[in-house]
């Protein structure tokens, strides 16, 4: 799997997962950093040419490096559903397929220590090149499940003592409603289309984000940041006492 960027080769490097790096002749602080950091660990490093990482980032903003990293290592639903000590928060992507949005779902999954991801193996952004980019190197150290069918693992999700929250503008409850100190699957439809008919069907509620303004939605990936750190601050008020809500 190749990626681009200096954030998310470093990001790479951290977790352990580059092989090799390639670099153009490129002065730039954070640049030397990385190659300190890939000396470090070993890696190997070739210079090439900036065309060559031009056709291999297929244009995106690579930054003047490109890395060969491991593939991510999988992750099961339930692993995802037993998070540990605090009650899981999970963001499944029901056919989200803009690499943009996922990066920036990822950064923010991270950002606000959110339990994982569920995307699907079909029609679904890839998680190289684009998406790395966005994600600012968090998909290196977010944990991602990959699964066949949505609806089926949302019950699979609730069989395991997960509520599952759909985002739905038409929905007439409004998120920060929702108890996110419980154990939450919040589940993302697709921009345009939103969540499908059956996924929006096995959700065990739906709630909106209250829209003041003339447009009357927002971004996915900006609609997954105002949940999570909606779950944050609920969760924190919990921890030190006083109501979530």
Known sequence: MVIYGINPVMEALKAGRVRAIRVADRSDDRLGRLLD??????????????????????????????????????TLLEDLAAAGE???????LDEVEDPQNVGAILRTVDAAGATGVVRQTRRAAALDGAAGKASAGAVHHVRIATVVNIARSLEDLKKAGVWTLGLDADAKM????????????????????????????????????????????????????????EAVRQRQSRSRGRPGQ
């Open 86 to 92: 605090e009650a899981p928060l999970i963001v499944v």
């Open 174 to 229: 409004p998120y920060y409603e929702w108890d996110l100190t419980l154990p939450t699957a919040l589940v993302l439809g697709a921009e345009g289309r939103g969540l499908r008919r059956l996924v929006r069907e096995r959700c065990d509620q739906v709630a909106s984000i209250p829209m003041r303004g003339h447009v009357g939605s927002l971004n996915v990936s900006a609609a997954a940041a105002i949940v999570l750190f």
């Open 37 to 74: 950091e890939a000396a470090a660990r070993g890696i190997t490093v070739h210079r090439v040419a900036k065309d060559v990482l031009e056709s291999e980032s297929r244009r995106g903003v690579h930054q003047g490096v490109v890395a060969d990293v491991d593939k991510l290592p999988e």
